[in-house]
T-cell receptor, first 115, second 114 residues
Framework: NAGVTQTPKFQVLKTGQSMTLQCAQD?????MSWYRQDPGMGLRLIHY???????DQGEVPNGYNVSRSTTEDFPLRLLSAAPSQTSVYFC??????????????FGPGTRLTVL | GDSVTQMEGPVTLSEEAFLTINCTYT??????LFWYVQYPGEGLQLLLK?????DKGSNKGFEATYRKETTSFHLEKGSVQVSDSAVYFC?????????????FGQGTRLTINP
């Protein structure tokens, strides 16, 4: 199993450009999410999905768009990049059973710089 | 809303020293609590967890006890190694409408010197 994969690893954008960060998992997990990591602020939830066709907003959704057409993939779109979106982005997935906690598995991250 | 506050870093220790990283939380209900570790250039990995009050999570020599009365989940290790150098995140899990969302503290960077 590859687990959770993210592409690209690094990206530099100019203000106003758009791009898509890719995330894929091969564990048949229903739950997927995107976080951004900024210095001194930990990780903050951007968007999440509890299954194909179902998405919802997290703590910091503005400026980002998501869709979930398959169980495996959960891309994150930046419609018009801004310098405030410079960050490291992590995708995570987990099963969504009835256990008290289902471990979330994280991808290696995408480091994005917006000039 | 729910929140997690953890010890400011960075923390620098010598090998074989005792480690404590403090973590306190604010939550409605009864969250599960976690410590995640991030090694340089990698994503986050679950280090240990506790799902109810008085539970002790442990892994790789690290321990943390879920203290409901003090709303704390401090991370401890008796003798650290250079390989423990990493960023450590305390987190809680909030289940909302079937989705399990993690709320993270700000992270504590730990450096162990030989």
């Amino acid at each position: 199993n590859a687990g959770v994969t993210q592409t690209p690893k690094f990206q530099v954008l100019k203000t106003g450009q758009s791009m898509t960060l890719q995330c894929a998992q091969d564990m048949n997990h229903e739950y997927m999410s995107w976080y951004r990591q900024d210095p001194g602020m930990g990780l903050r939830l951007i968007h999440y999905s509890v299954g194909a066709g179902i998405t919802d907003q997290g703590e910091v959704p503005n400026g980002y768009n998501v869709s979930r057409s398959t169980t495996e993939d959960f891309p994150l779109r930046l419609l018009s990049a801004a310098p405030s979106q410079t960050s490291v982005y992590f995708c995570a997935s987990s099963s969504s059973g009835l256990a008290e906690y289902n471990e979330q598995f994280f991808g290696p991250g995408t480091r994005l710089t917006v000039l | 809303g729910d929140s997690v506050t953890q010890m400011e870093g960075p923390v620098t220790l010598s090998e074989e020293a005792f480690l404590t990283i403090n973590c306190t939380y604010t939550a409605t209900g009864y969250p599960s609590l976690f410590w995640y570790v991030q090694y340089p250039g990698e994503g986050l990995q679950l280090l240990l967890k506790a799902t109810k009050a008085d539970d002790k999570g442990s892994n790789k020599g690290f321990e943390a006890t879920y203290r409901k009365e003090t709303t704390s989940f401090h991370l401890e290790k008796g003798s650290v190694q250079v390989s423990d150098s990493a960023v450590y995140f305390c987190a809680l899990s909030d289940r909302v409408q079937g989705a399990q969302k993690l709320v993270f503290g700000q992270g504590t960077r730990l450096t162990i010197n030989p």
